[in-house]
């Protein structure tokens, strides 16, 4: 009885949001999610060919997701039956599938929407395995969370998931056109302050209205700029939209400084990013990221400081573990800098796909059973610990591949030592091959490099 109440709205006189007011009644009203509804969209398939699948609809706050799911009912020729994982446990769920069992018995099918519906325990979501399998109910859940992470595989399995888009601006722009057309009259904005009511909203359309709401049940005033907005709603006009452009672009301005080794720079963009509310986790995943891809083994150290800062601001949290944040920016700003780990990597798995499932080279292999050792496994191999230099020199390559250099050091920081061994190795490796010389004569340790080239190669090391 509470869905039909609902149905009909309120008494008349009743107080009403303008976002309830603005519901849409047809799914043809519904904004910025063409991507589902139009008529090639999943869900525009679905109710052309007279059929609807259970759902999860993951988005935003404010996408539409109960309006969306209310209509499908409607146009399903489905009773809407709603329930709230936050509020509502098993008993409720057990209430839910015996009405819908009834309404089956008399020719009328069910949907069941259940907003939140990660709240619910794995328990809880298989509950619904056998109702939705029998269709008893068309089970339609909502879900600002990432369904991978917090749903049963089992429910996942017997449901298709929807993403809902963060509503544009052009989507918002019709809402408040809408909201201008149910009130009669025009919001007191000029052109700047309802760009920024709009980015206040961050997406969410339902927020949206809400502020609007505000504007018009305030006092008559002049046009508003966004300052005037900003005192008028209380709430300060974010610095950047976290979810959209200005997200991508001061993160991208952030990490370009540090590889341009500009450290004031960086620590702008941090700022800028905190002070608009990004979530130094975020952040602090992108630092971690920029010290093995822009610093690698130049200084090993960088992983670690990066690291060391995301655990000591999962530790005091904000502001204070902000700080951490900032120290990080200024070590990876000054650190020396090399994508050359990168671009090994990178070149190492494109020869890995290229080249196909190669063996590795016979001696290498181990041999634990006799078949094996006839085969020739482990046969020749060198064990470097047991070479005067602790090098053997051996191929480790599939034997059809050849030798590749992935790795190219860069002359700078701790990279640049790195070069000074590989180099050292090189000429083992080639007097090896060729047979002939004292690898040891090449050991720094030996006091016996052959040229002062291979001197300034091998001091120090």
Not at 26 to 53: F, K, N, S
Not at 257 to 266: K, N, Q
Request: with cysteine; charged share 25%.
């Amino acid at each position: 009885m509470s869905d039909l109440f609902a149905a009909a709205g309120p008494p008349p006189g009743a107080p009403q949001p303008l976002a309830d007011r603005l519901r849409p009644r047809r799914l043809e009203e519904v904004v910025g999610q063409d991507h589902l509804l139009a008529g090639d969209g999943p869900l525009g398939r679905m109710l052309a060919g007279h059929r609807l699948a259970s759902l999860i609809l993951w988005g935003p706050p404010g996408s539409g997701k109960t309006t969306i799911a209310r209509l499908l009912a409607g146009q399903a020729g489905l009773h809407f039956e709603a329930l709230s994982a936050v509020f509502s446990g098993v008993a409720d769920l057990r209430k839910a599938f015996e009405a819908a069992r009834r309404r089956r018995t008399l020719g009328q099918g069910t949907l069941l929407f259940i907003d939140e519906i990660h709240r619910f325990n794995r328990s809880q979501q298989d509950g619904f395995l056998p109702y939705v399998e029998d269709g008893t109910i068309v089970l339609v859940g909502a879900t600002t969370e990432n369904p991978s992470f917090e749903l049963n595989a089992a429910l996942l399995s017997r449901a298709q998931v929807l993403v809902l888009r963060r509503l544009e601006d052009e989507a918002m722009a019709v809402l408040l056109a809408r909201a201008e057309a149910a009130e009669g009259k025009i919001l007191p904005l000029d052109a700047a302050a309802r760009g920024a009511l709009i980015t206040m909203a961050d997406g969410d359309g339902r927020f949206l209205l809400n502020l609007a709401e505000e504007l018009f049940a305030g006092p008559a005033a002049p046009m508003l700029d966004t300052n005037g907005l900003t005192a008028a709603l209380q709430r300060r006009a974010p610095l950047y939209d976290k979810a959209q452009e200005g997200h991508y672009n001061l993160i991208s301005a952030l990490h370009k400084s540090l590889r341009g080794s500009d450290s004031d720079a960086a620590l702008y963009w941090l700022a800028r990013m905190l002070a608009g509310g990004e979530a130094p986790l975020y952040i602090l995943r992108r630092l971690v990221r920029f010290a093995v891809e822009d610093i690698g083994l130049a200084d090993p150290q960088a992983l670690v400081q990066a690291l060391a800062a995301k655990d000591a601001y999962d530790f005091l949290g904000s502001p204070e573990g902000e700080l951490a944040i900032a120290q990080c920016v200024l070590y990876l700003g000054t650190a020396p800098k090399s994508n050359a780990a990168y671009r090994a990597f990178g070149a190492a798995s494109r020869t890995a796909r290229e080249q196909g499932s190669l063996m590795p080279p016979a001696h290498i292999l181990n041999a634990p059973t006799r078949l094996m050792k006839d085969l020739g496994y482990g046969k020749g191999y060198a064990y470097d610990h047991d070479t005067p230099e602790g090098f053997s020199g051996q191929n480790y390559f599939p034997e059809g591949l050849g030798r590749r250099r992935f790795y190219q050091p860069a002359a700078r920081g701790f990279e640049r030592e790195i070069a000074r061994r590989l180099a050292y190795w090189e000429r083992l490796r080639t007097r090896a091959a060729q047979g002939g010389g004292d690898p040891a004569s090449g050991d720094p340790a030996s006091g016996g490099p052959a040229s002062g080239e291979a001197a300034d190669d091998d001091a120090g090391w």
